[in-house]
């Protein structure tokens, strides 16, 4: 069964994307309903300095992508975690793709009349910290390209695993009983991790760089990963699938951080949240 990676497009926003002018608009946007089932979607993204190319993503992530938020901390509707929707878009002279966060902002103003509130509840979250064991990452090399790089990335997945192409050298993956990262930034790191633990993860390490590493899961502790994250990309599962859940916990998460000098602290915080007061599912025409 596919398996699409709901933080791809906020990773990509992290990796190089940052926050500019207020709401500049696309020139030309295409907002058209993903065809075909979620299990067999692939979703893949392309933005250069011109384009922007947006393939089979839940509103709820383009949602995240606009506002700079996780997923997680959308509340609206059910139905913003399964409607997907594809969108190509075309950065106006002037504008860079810096700005593309406050353009998706507009577009889904546009497209789907979406009008939301922002208000601050406590959740309980784990805090990733340095852990007393030695730290076992190693920095990745800056990028002294110059002139930014197109960001191309795709996500694939199934029962034996989760790959996810992040562009210009990012990626990680979740095979059997194993987690591998390549040039992330911790932020990115527990955005990726979150799927898979039963509650939001806040980066608390104060690791600035972008990082190499990988760690081993017990083989058990996969399979009930696999199924929060199907759950969390809004794909439904049987009651097999959730009574697995039932006595599986983060804990061997953490346990596994921790040979590598990280550690996953549960405690509660308070998270910024944006909440949908309306939106429309079918977008208005192109």
């Known amino acids: 069964m596919h398996v699409w990676i709901g933080t791809v497009l906020r990773a990509a926003v992290l990796l190089g994307l940052a926050q500019s002018s207020p709401h500049p608009r696309f020139e030309v946007a295409s907002v058209r309903p993903t065809n075909g089932a979620v299990e067999n979607q692939?979703?893949?993204?392309h933005v250069d300095a011109a384009q922007v190319r947006l393939v089979s993503l839940p509103l709820k992530y383009y949602i995240g992508m606009a506002y700079e938020i996780k997923p997680g901390q959308i509340l609206g509707p059910?139905?913003?975690?399964?409607?997907?929707?594809d969108i190509q878009a075309t950065i106006p002279p002037g504008n860079s793709r810096d700005q593309l966060p406050q353009m998706l902002q507009s577009l889904l103003e546009d497209r789907f009349g979406m009008k939301i509130?922002?208000?601050?509840?406590?959740?309980?979250v784990y805090a990733l910290v340095l852990g007393k064991a030695p730290l076992k990452?190693?920095?990745?090399q800056p990028d002294e390209s110059?002139?930014?790089?197109?960001?191309?990335?795709a996500a694939s997945g199934s029962v034996n695993g989760i790959s996810v192409n992040l562009g210009n050298g990012s990626s990680w993956s979740f095979v059997p009983n194993r987690f591998e990262v390549h040039r992330l930034s911790m932020d990115v790191f527990v955005s990726c991790l979150e799927r898979f633990a039963d509650r939001p993860i806040v980066n608390m390490t104060g690791l600035p760089g972008r990082y190499d590493f990988g760690f081993d899961v017990?083989?058990?502790?996969?399979?009930?990963?696999?199924?929060r994250n199907t759950i969390a990309v809004g794909i439904s599962v049987g009651p097999q699938a959730l009574k697995a859940l039932e006595n599986s916990s983060s804990a061997a998460l953490s346990d596994a951080l921790e040979k590598i000098g990280l550690k996953l602290e549960p405690r509660k915080a308070p998270l910024d949240v944006i909440v949908l007061d309306d939106v429309r599912r079918t977008p208005t025409e192109n």
């Open 42 to 45: 692939s979703t893949n993204f």
């Open 146 to 153: 110059g002139a930014p790089a197109p960001v191309n990335g």
């Open 137 to 140: 990452v190693k920095e990745a």
């Open 78 to 85: 059910d139905w913003i975690n399964s409607e997907r929707y």
């Open 117 to 124: 509130h922002r208000e601050t509840r406590d959740f309980p």
């Open 218 to 227: 017990n083989p058990e502790d996969y399979q009930p990963m696999m199924i």
